[in-house]
């Protein structure tokens, strides 16, 4: 299978990540299904969709044929019976039990050739790809957050992973505009792992007492970081950021410098995730 207009992605997930994922496949040309298991995520994801597409429109990056034509190709579901794909591009919750069985229920109903391909930020693909029949068709494909608009996109070989797929991953990504990079499947792979302290050393300096997150994003920022730790991980998800902490450091052998936040934990326990419940280390409208 060579990526054409014809190759049909299917997005699992329409959070964060799925709905990013979902209108940049559109916008590339691809017949898009986004599947989700709420309804009402879905309708939210249509929503930002449509959003985002109108603030391209008003700021004449596409037109509203461009943005018709996105919208015409995109398809809401959540009825697993339709996730009949070319490629699956899974964003779903960070655990690993939940997107192993939604891999096992989508590899019987499609084709032994449909990719299956992860979004995950910190679970081994060789793991995820176990069990599952035809595992080398099986690789992480990293989107950054957010996805239409971050350049990168880590492509991660499992132990079974073939090149074909790697080389279809990476065309496809080329076609949605990206700048690929073939990683090991290493705990956090690249981006992530070397990213983590960036979080968890500022979350320590503010649950000592030593800086809030207000000062820290200043000063951060300030050096040049486009973002500071904590807006981003308001950005990220709480939930998802601390899964990932957790992920990483356990598969690391639990060194106490990746040691997970119990300042975030209590913002998960809280429901405080961030922009996407109007609350984290800030407060949204
Ligand atoms: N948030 C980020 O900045 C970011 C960046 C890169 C990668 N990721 C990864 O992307 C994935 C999704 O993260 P997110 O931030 O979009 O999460 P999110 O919490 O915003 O959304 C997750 C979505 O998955 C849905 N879901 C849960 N179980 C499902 C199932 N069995 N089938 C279908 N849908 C299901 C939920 O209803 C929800 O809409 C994770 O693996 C995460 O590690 C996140």
Known sequence: MSMRQSTVICVCGAGTMGSGIAQLSAQAGFTTIQFDVSEPMLEKSRQQIIASLDTLVTK????SDEKAGTLSRLHFTSDIQSC????????IVEKMEIKTTLFTQLAAINSPSTILASNTSSISISSLAAGIPHPERV?????FNPAPVMKLVEI???NA??????????ELAKAMGKTTVVCKDAPGFIVNRVARPYYLEALRLAEQGFTHPA????????TGFKM???KLMDLIGMDVNFAVSN????????????KPSALQQQKVSEGNLGRKTGKGFYEYN
Do not use: Y
């Open 247 to 258: 992920i990483v450091w356990e598969a690391l052998g639990q060194p106490p410098r990746l």
């Open 228 to 230: 500071g730790p904590f």
């Open 139 to 143: 690789a992480g494909l990293h989107f």
């Open 161 to 170: 992973t073939s090149q074909q797929t790697i080389t279809q991953l990476r």
């Open 84 to 91: 009949r794909a070319d490629v699956i591009i899974e964003a």
């Open 60 to 63: 004449g990056k596409i037109s």
């Open 215 to 222: 000062q820290a994003d200043r000063l951060l920022e300030a």
């Open 156 to 158: 991660v070989k499992g």
